[in-house]
């Protein structure tokens, strides 16, 4: 008996899946999240109802050099932790297909090409709305994929996690613009020492991301041997600039800010029960077509918003 095209599905999907993960096929041409899964910026758990981020938020208010040797220390409660909290979002693309399909693909070459472009399809669709929410936050009207734009402000402030940066101060993010190529690395060195809060800092930022225009504008102002990060990319063809040891990546859905992030502050926290998740092919009610869907359940978080900054053109 012929395979059908649910049953090709069922089994190349893995495979599938697998192939396109190699750089040559998937993420060298999405360095956005090439780069986030390189860093570990991509976190696979098992999820709940709500995403929870403990936060150390400020040093015990109770410390303090003593008087003399028989001083009196204060036994209040040590408040000194809270809890930024997130909805995990979701995403679904829906793969239907017809049994005209099967008819009009009879042998198994066509069925298994076909099958393959429909599944490649479908991953790359659903890989680019993640590349698309990491700037901009989904407006489906639920729980949204949070994006950039709303995690790292350029206000500074916003309520995050339930923490409400107007009033908790030391929760806003450092924001600055800049006019041009004249000022461009100005700002990002003072961006990126603001998040960092000290020399040699281990939640210093370890990647930029932005759109095209202004990563060709600081590329513009660099000498040669400042462009491009180490050997092992340049050789894979992956090209990363350097800005103050961080790799600085773009993508065509980022626009005129550049984000100073670290994987420790900004995470995307993906199920790692349902991510690419492939679901049961099932026959569509009154309808000689067949559907399966490819499920992520997610969410972009900071646990730390005070550590990433962001840039913007005046």
Not at 11 to 22: F, G, H, T
Not at 135 to 160: H, I, M, R, Y
Not at 191 to 207: D, I
């Amino acid at each position: 008996m012929a395979l059908t095209i649910s049953q090709i599905a069922a089994v190349s999907y893995p495979a599938v899946l697998a192939e396109m993960r190699k750089p040559a096929n998937q993420w060298v041409e999405n360095a956005a999240l090439r780069e986030f899964e390189r860093q570990g910026v991509i976190n696979k758990i098992g999820l709940g109802p709500t995403i929870e981020c403990p936060v150390d938020y400020r040093v015990n208010p109770d410390t303090a050099v003593l008087a003399t040797d028989q001083d009196t220390s204060s036994l209040l409660k040590t408040d000194v932790m809270t809890s930024a909290s997130y909805n995990p979002a979701q995403i679904s693309v829906p793969v239907v297909w017809t049994k005209g399909d099967d008819a009009k693909n009879p042998t198994e070459n066509q069925k298994i090409a076909f099958v393959k472009a429909l599944l490649e399809n479908a991953i790359n669709s659903h890989d680019d709305l993640i590349e698309q929410c990491i700037f901009t936050t989904s407006t489906a009207g639920g729980d949204e994929l949070n994006g950039l734009s709303d995690l790292v402000p350029t206000s500074g402030q916003g309520t995050v996690g339930g923490i409400d940066a107007s009033i908790e101060t030391w929760w806003r993010n450092y924001s600055d613009t800049y006019t041009d190529a004249s000022d461009i690395e100005a700002a990002m060195t003072t961006a990126y020492n603001t998040a960092a809060k000290g020399s040699g800092s281990q939640l210093q930022p370890k990647m930029l991301i932005s759109g095209v225009t202004p990563y060709g504008l600081f590329q513009s102002q660099l000498q040669t041997l400042q462009r491009f990060a180490d050997s092992s990319e340049a050789d894979a063809g992956f090209k990363v600039l350097k800005f103050m040891g961080a790799n600085y990546v773009f993508s065509q859905y980022g626009g005129s800010k550049i984000y100073f992030l670290n994987p420790k502050s900004y995470e995307i926290v993906v199920s790692k029960q349902y991510f690419r998740d492939k679901g049961d092919t099932i026959e569509v009610p009154d309808q000689n077509s067949f559907v399966f869907k490819i499920y992520s359940a997610l969410q972009a978080v900071t646990n730390n918003k005070s550590r990433n900054s962001v840039i913007d053109v005046a």
